[in-house]
């Protein structure tokens, strides 16, 4: 296959983001030394703001979208990977400095692949994807600091999205007591569904945080960012853990340091980005064995690659709930 359809991003000439599907050929693809049939990819909320331009996500161009591919090795000069391997590729500057996922075909390096396991299907795998890697990561750093889910209740905030949704149905599954944060009332059976023991609107948030508020929870997984992290944190624990995994209502944090003196709160950035080719094995074989089909398939939903620029548009403006699959290959089993 010399020419393939792919979802391309370009700017105009007075810096505004284009997106479009069109063909590329072998000649279009990067460096590296193994090439991918894409089987399947995902709309995360970065991929959304690289088409839309929001964030400064993309940082080459033009640019293939889409950060997270489930593929189909066909071509090799790693030893590591041979003809017909089926692996995973999250993270790694792919589809900001990469060209990405969005694309029937792509050429990277064998260091950020990691071996799809045999029980996951190609769309249980971009279901999970980079929210998954992300929510595995945060609880492996609430065990690194001794919590665990007799401590009290972990909240959510931004849970109607897509790791959201990810962060409540993993959470439910390994024992805690969740409380979802979302401002869509209408998700709140899905969400209670996912897990949550309660479900809460947005009005706890509102306003500016307070150095230190009622104290609610043990521990928090934040999707959201801004004054909602810093009311968060007021209302943590002695001694509990924020786990800050997105940005969805700014990159600021209007908080003080009396959280953080007086109660012993921590806050804590989980980069998956680069997280190690040893822990992403590890993380997938995880979630391969621990992971509830059933509810992450009622999180789901798959849309063909025509449908990825419309479904990236609507997740930042809050239209998309739980997971989006793109189907860009063959996506059976």
């Known amino acids: 296959m010399t020419d393939f359809a792919a979802v391309l991003l370009d700017r105009d000439g007075e810096g505004k983001t284009g997106a479009r599907l069109t063909r590329l050929s072998d000649a279009d693809l990067m460096a590296g030394d193994v090439t991918l049939a894409v089987r399947a990819s995902a709309v995360n909320f970065k991929d959304g703001l690289a088409v839309t331009g929001r964030l400064p996500v993309v940082r080459r161009w033009p640019m293939v979208p889409g950060v997270d591919a489930a593929a189909t090795v066909i071509a090799s000069d790693d030893q590591r990977w041979r003809l017909g391997d089926e692996v995973i590729l999250t993270g790694w500057g792919v589809g900001e400095t990469h060209l990405g996922a969005w694309s029937e ?126 009311h968060v944190v007021s209302m943590l624990k002695p001694g509990g853990v924020a786990i800050a995994c997105g940005n969805a209502a700014g990159m600021d944090f209007p908080s003080s340091v009396a959280p953080f003196i007086l109660r012993g709160v921590s806050l804590i950035g989980v980069d998956s980005v680069r997280v190690s080719a040893t822990r992403r094995e590890a993380i997938w074989r995880h979630l391969a064995e621990t992971v509830d089909r059933d509810r992450l398939a009622a999180m789901t939903s798959v849309i063909p690659l025509t449908d990825a620029i419309d479904a990236a548009r609507r997740i930042v403006d809050g239209g998309v709930a739980g997971r989006t699959v793109v189907a860009v290959g063959d996506v059976r089993a």
């Open 105 to 230: 075909k792509m050429r990277v390096s064998g260091d950020w692949l990691a071996r799809r396991p045999a029980t996951l299907s190609p769309v249980e795998a971009m279901a999970l994807g980079t929210a998954g890697v992300t929510v595995a990561e945060g609880l492996e750093r609430l065990g690194r600091h001794g919590l665990t889910p007799a401590d009290g209740p972990v909240v959510v905030t931004g849970a109607a999205g897509g790791v959201g949704s990810m962060a409540v149905m993993l959470l439910a599954r390994e024992g805690w007591s969740v409380t979802a944060v979302t401002g869509r009332p209408e998700e709140a059976e899905r969400l209670r569904r996912l897990g949550a023991a309660e479900v809460i609107g947005r009005e706890l948030f509102a306003g500016p945080a307070k150095m230190l508020d009622r104290e609610r929870w043990a521990a928090a997984f934040d999707m959201v960012g801004s004054t909602v992290l810093a």
